[in-house]
Nanobody, 115 residues
Framework: QEQFVESGGGLVQPGGSLRLSCAASAVIVTDYAMGWFRQAPGKQRELVAHITTGGYTKYADSVKGRFTISRDSAKNTVYLQMNSLKPEDTAVYYC?????????WGQGTQVTVSS
């Protein structure tokens, strides 16, 4: 059983917005810190945002002020609102525990920013 199912990606023009969802099963998203990662072709996976159990959020400098991470305990889902998207945001986006392989990785969701 997949622990995380990411969705909401797609093709968007520069300056556009997307909201990604990470539906969790077998993991209660409020019991753990949760993060959003991305991996662009030929690059390492990087953490772009995370939220702690206490609700503290932190962002990579490259997305600060444009991305917002949140969670819904009733839906057991973590979200990533992405605004003012840039071509360099193009990547496959994943959710997981922020600090090292605690859970299996999901399939991710592709985000492509292009005109």
């Amino acid at each position: 059983q997949e622990q995380f199912v990411e969705s909401g990606g797609g093709l968007v023009q520069p300056g556009g917005s997307l909201r990604l969802s990470c539906a969790a099963s077998a993991v209660i998203v409020t019991d753990y810190a949760m993060g959003w990662f991305r991996q662009a072709p030929g690059k390492q996976r990087e953490l772009v945002a995370h939220i702690t159990t206490g609700g503290y959020t932190k962002y990579a400098d490259s997305v600060k002020g444009r991305f917002t991470i949140s969670r819904d305990s009733a839906k057991n889902t973590v979200y990533l609102q992405m605004n003012s998207l840039k071509p360099e945001d193009t990547a496959v986006y994943y959710c997981n525990y922020p600090w090292g392989g605690r859970f299996d990785w999901g399939q991710g969701t592709q985000v492509t920013v292009s005109s």
